[in-house]
């Protein structure tokens, strides 16, 4: 079978405006559970589920897909129970386009003990001392790479599993999102130059064999919606990886059947996130959409559209909102301040968000005092609203030709407004 014949159906991207100074642009992706428009925000529901909010909320805040995790959903309820619900859409009620990542961040982060967040930062990869072979302070290693894959206990209980990339696609499969990513190692900054070489030949090769496997499934069962495959560029903060990474993953062929787009995983320094994304824009082909794994904050959603990729993915707006702390244009403030006691105004200003019309500061402050489940749901349904408009504006931006005085004013108006207010960076 040709490349061509082998062209999958129900997905395709198309781009469309490019900006004219740098390699920022929009597009469509098409899947069988519908388009979206690019650059955008995925909204992550980790578990089939947007923590505290319902699937018709997500709706509202203006989210076009949701990203769930393979990791967590085979541990629980099993990628078996989301297959025979009818796949990820259908199990969790959101009709829309769905991402799963491929479990390995999970199966890595949690097993090694890097906790939820990685050391992603140059500080925390200079305290780490032999990094290589780390583990957070007081947590055994749970998870051991071999060349054929994963070998980890369960977060939840204990058991022992095994991941390898055709076990990840295997599970994707059930789960039946439109986009899924193939199976990589995690590395941190703090890994040795020698083992990020060595971790990437080694994600290369299972990309190879993700290909394959994601391959045989698709053709073993021709009536299902297509599923759209990514490859994920790993490399660090090395230009000559990661450039490298890129150029063989968009090369790479198995049976007439390539990448449908890329992830761009792995530690990042936030100073040289648009940087490496640029590295990345430059050796991806155009032609195919690019997905930069769990970035939202407000600074690095415009580096990485301005260095050209598409979609993007984040716990975070959920996250701290759970934790009181709401984003607004003019930086970020927390709702237990007591400040807020007597604020009967909305959490921002001007937002058009179903928590804003209805609710004021004073209100949501009552809540997280009172320790009340609708506090996270209403500070939720805020910061993703902002954070899917902020990525809805930077496209409309593109499009009429004003990205650049986008970024500058709102990024100016952002930070003063944090330096103005240090209590706004607490919450996390
Ligand atoms: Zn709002």
Redesign the pocket.
């Known amino acids: 079978m040709s490349a061509a014949s082998a062209r999958p159906q129900g997905f395709s991207f198309t781009e469309g405006v490019r900006l004219a100074s740098g390699r920022g642009r929009t597009g469509v992706i098409r899947t069988p559970h519908g388009d979206i428009a690019t650059p955008a925000f995925v909204v992550v529901g980790t578990k089939a589920t947007v923590k505290a909010v319902l699937a018709e909320s997500v709706a509202a805040v203006g989210a076009q897909a949701v990203l769930a995790n393979a990791y967590h959903l085979y541990l629980q309820p099993g990628s078996d129970i989301v297959d025979a619900a009818g796949g990820l859409g259908a199990f969790m009620n959101w009709p829309g386009p769905t991402f799963t990542d491929s479990g390995g961040f999970q199966v890595m982060s949690l097993g090694v003990g890097f906790k939820k967040v990685l050391a992603m930062d140059a500080a925390a990869a200079a305290r780490a001392g032999d990094a290589d072979h780390a583990t957070a302070p007081g947590r055994e290693r749970l998870a051991r790479v071999d060349e054929d894959g994963v070998t980890f206990t369960s977060h939840l209980n204990g058991d022992r599993h095994r991941f390898t990339p055709e076990v990840s696609m295997r599970v994707q499969h059930e789960l039946g999102a439109d986009v899924i990513f193939a199976f990589d190692e995690l590395t941190t900054l703090a890994h040795s130059r020698g083992y990020q070489e060595e971790s990437l030949s080694r994600t290369q090769s299972w990309a190879r064999r993700c290909l394959a496997a994601h391959g045989e499934l698709t053709a073993s069962a021709p009536g299902r919606p297509y599923q759209a495959l990514f490859g994920v560029v790993q490399g660090a903060q090395y230009e000559d990886l990661r450039r490298r990474a890129c150029r063989e993953l968009a090369a790479m062929e198995v049976d007439g059947r390539r990448f449908d787009g890329f992830g761009i995983g792995g530690a990042l320094e936030k100073e040289n996130l648009g940087t490496i994304v640029g590295w990345c824009a430059d050796e991806l082909p155009s032609d195919r959409p690019r997905h930069l794994l769990g970035i939202s904050e407000p600074e690095d959603l415009f580096a990485a559209v301005a260095a050209g990729a598409d979609t993007f993915d984040c716990v975070n707006p959920s996250r701290v909102a759970r934790n009181s702390a709401i984003y607004t244009a003019d930086g970020r403030y927390n709702l237990l301040t007591a400040a807020n006691r007597r604020a009967f105004v ?3 200003d001007g ?3 179903y ?2 019309a209805h609710y004021t500061r004073a209100y949501l402050h009552h809540l997280f005092k009172a320790k009340e489940m609708l506090a996270a749901t209403l500070a939720t ?2 910061n993703e ?2 954070t899917v408009r902020l990525v809805d504006d930077m496209r409309a931006a593109i499009e009429s030709g004003e990205f650049g005085a986008l970024r500058t004013e709102f990024l100016g108006r952002f930070h003063a407004a944090r330096r103005l207010i240090p209590s706004s960076g607490q919450g996390m």
């Open positions: 909305p959490l921002e937002c058009d968000c928590t804003c349904i805020h609203r902002f």
